[in-house]
């Protein structure tokens, strides 16, 4: 059964650090993009950072550019997502995301499989 599992949450004060990480079963990430999404209470879920297949090209949003870093270990099967100078407004479940298109905007309605989240706590 495809899965991908988020890990790495917890509490945080602001302006402290997580990684967090994205690992798959019985798939190959290799040949997905993967996309990093966020749902705070009650809110919608949006999107925070994208990687390409070969890890050649990402993107972000602008509420967390320059703070949080993507990346991807292909050997390992994983992704990562380096939050740092966290803010309470980043609390929220972060969802690691696969998309198989080859030409992935890294829109939600594009993303085939789905982490069931882990969740980032920022508070003092």
């Known amino acids: 059964q495809l899965q991908l599992v988020e890990s790495g949450g917890g509490l945080v004060q602001p302006g402290g650090s997580l990684r967090l990480s994205c690992a798959a079963s019985a798939f190959t990430l290799n040949y997905y993009t993967i996309g990093w999404f966020r749902q705070a209470p009650g809110k919608e879920r949006e999107g925070v950072s994208c990687i390409s297949r070969s890890g050649g090209s990402t993107n972000y949003a602008d509420s967390v550019k320059g703070r949080f870093t993507i990346s991807r270990d292909n050997a390992k099967n994983t992704v990562y997502l380096q939050m740092n100078s966290l803010k309470p407004e980043d609390t929220a479940v972060y969802y690691c995301?696969?998309?198989?298109?080859?030409?992935?905007?890294?829109?939600?309605?594009?993303?085939?499989?789905w982490g069931k989240g882990t969740l980032v706590t920022v508070s003092s």
């Open positions: 995301a696969a998309d198989p298109n080859y030409y992935s905007d890294c829109k939600q309605s594009g993303m085939d499989h």
